[in-house]
């Protein structure tokens, strides 16, 4: 202890000394840097491995990414992805069976859904897994007639012509196997392959598939689920879904009232009807009977989903060129990050359901 003393009063009258006084600081500074670092060694590390990791990017079409693109990644026009999302016609057992796909092409941003700035909001998560295939429609399109108002019709029933038979039944044999496995309603699941159908006959060129109109329904109602709105056997959300009023609040949209309330029921202000939600305007610019009962009703799932294809299948797109992809679901809603989703839900229906 003597000779612990002696070092240390020897040390620290030194320490007061000139040139203790300059080395002492410069040896406690080096150990507190050797400290810092000895600590980083472990502290960085165990921050990384405790950060999210990016998610793995899935193999798309014609070699492209389903995320919106990163510095150097090649992008279309709009500035989206070159991609678009797996489940188009190609003999897959998700696929429909028929001929090749429709013509496309849609409006600008005069139609469409609101989306994020009116529309209902999004339905979230995932879908459970599909493994199974499709049973074949011999011929392609259910049904002897293409739906009155189809776009490219040439024949079609009349009023007086209705059968009573909802053209979509015939699909229920695949729908009941596919919808069950992706989580999405039978009933809505017959509307949107049927609709894919019908563009094969009417705008071949346009190749839309089914896993559009339904990732836009996911996204845009849940498949027909919003406000508590359940789908009747015939296609039917009940009680009717209407969004919020575009009244320019919010970030919504600013449209005064176009149809009287006679589909949005307001009269001040246009709303979002409908599974698919439409704004009133754009519905009957291109509404279309799917269902042959007389009437095109915004708020039916068959109307709605053939509605929406058609829609989509304007101006001679070819849905499978990936500008031409992005820039129509642009056009229904002209929103990076909601294109984003619709991307990725069709792209995991495409891809669930082929497996």
């Known amino acids: 202890m003597r000779v612990v003393e002696r070092v240390g009063r020897g040390t620290a009258a030194w320490a007061k000394r000139p040139s203790g006084r300059l080395i002492v600081p410069a040896v406690i500074a080096v150990l507190l840097l050797g400290a810092a670092g000895t600590a980083g060694a472990y502290l960085v590390p165990q921050a990384l491995e405790s ?43 998700g696929d429909l069976p028929g001929g090749p796909g429709a013509t496309g092409g849609l409006p600008g941003a005069t139609g469409g859904l609101p989306g994020a700035t009116g529309g209902l909001p999004g339905a979230t ?18 049904g002897a007639t293409v739906p009155t108002g189809a ?5 079609g029933p009349t009023a007086g012509a209705q059968s009573g038979v ?11 196997q596919m919808g069950t496995r992706l989580g999405i309603p039978v009933v809505a699941a017959q509307a949107y392959g049927y609709a894919e159908l019908v563009l094969q006959r009417t705008t071949p060129s346009c190749r839309l598939s089914w896993t559009t109109i339904a990732a836009l329904a996911k996204i845009e109602s849940s498949h027909g689920a919003a406000n508590g709105a359940v789908l009747s056997t015939d296609g039917t959300a009940l009680p009717p879904i209407f969004g919020l009023p575009l009244d320019g609040k919010g970030g919504r949209q600013l449209i005064p009232d176009t149809d009287r309330g006679a589909l949005d029921q307001d009269t001040t202000y246009d709303r979002a009807v409908g599974p ?9 610019s291109y509404k279309v009977d799917a269902d042959n009962n007389g009437v095109a009703d915004p708020n039916d799932i068959d109307d709605a989903s053939l509605t929406a294809a058609t829609y989509l299948c304007q101006g001679g797109r070819n849905l499978t060129r990936p500008e031409a992809w992005w820039d129509a679901i642009l056009s229904y809603n002209a929103v990076r990050p909601y294109a984003q989703k619709v991307f990725d839900a069709a792209n995991d229906y495409g891809r669930r359901s082929r497996t």
């Open 51 to 93: 950060a999210s990791s990016p998610s793995a990017t899935p193999g798309f079409p014609l070699g492209a990414t389903g995320a919106l693109p990163s510095a150097g990644q090649p992008v279309g026009p709009s500035g989206l992805p070159g991609g678009v999302p797996s489940g188009f016609p190609g003999g897959g057992q």
């Open 125 to 142: 998560g995932g879908v459970p897994g599909a493994t199974g295939g499709l049973p074949g429609v011999p011929g392609g399109l259910p």
């Open 276 to 284: 698919l939600q439409f704004i009133p305007a754009t519905w009957n």
């Open 151 to 155: 776009a490219g019709a040439t024949a």
């Open 166 to 176: 909802r053209p979509a039944d015939t699909l229920a044999g695949w729908a009941g």
